[in-house]
């Protein structure tokens, strides 16, 4: 049995639950991506509190490690490490645009999706440019996380051959641009169940990442004004 703190604060929509064994007790999401921060411990206390769950209870807690925002990473990220070395608990470290895909394959799981259906959920990066990735809907890695910048021909090849579901914040500037017969977009966010599912998998893989040297994953540089 586990019992698994996830923790997503990398996109515009944050959320935190408890699952256990994969299955969400208790969520609690926030729409205010300036007030991530603010949400993100009075959240874990309620989930907690309203799953009769002890903090020291749960077995490993879960955090998206980026690409997404870069505050929004660390503060996921800082409470997750913090939390895991006061507790002596295990972190487990997920992809942001692996949870995005994961996310799509259940919501569109009603769907009859051909096997030539891939996924590309897309992050916006400023101007035209994206943090992105590709699935197959078996969420194989087939384009991995990178920073793109789109023009008409982004994806061409993928396109010619597959039906491509395109989704997240950086996908609406795409629809503007591209429009290929087999190109689908989707509003998707990541969900609950679909982070839940990914960290109990690691979990029982003992996939776990050093609390000391884990990084955020930008995928690009960051700069600070000095």
Known sequence: ???????????????????????????????????????????????????????????????????GSYTGIRIGMASAKGLCYALNKPLITINTLEAMANSAILELKQQPLSVRTLLCPMIDARRMEVFTAVYDILLTNILQPSAVILDISSFKSLLNEHFVNFFGSGSKKWKEECNHKNAFFTEINITAPALSSLSVNKFNQNLFTNVAYSEPLYIKEFYINT
């Open 1 to 67: 049995m586990s019992l698994i703190l996830n923790i997503d604060t990398a996109t515009e929509i944050a959320h935190v639950s408890i699952a256990k064994d994969g299955i969400v007790l208790q969520d609690a999401f926030n729409n205010d991506q300036k007030n991530h921060a603010g949400f993100l411990q009075p959240a874990i206390k309620k989930i907690l509190q309203d799953a009769k769950i002890l903090i020291t209870e749960i077995d490993a807690i879960a955090v998206t490690e980026g690409p």
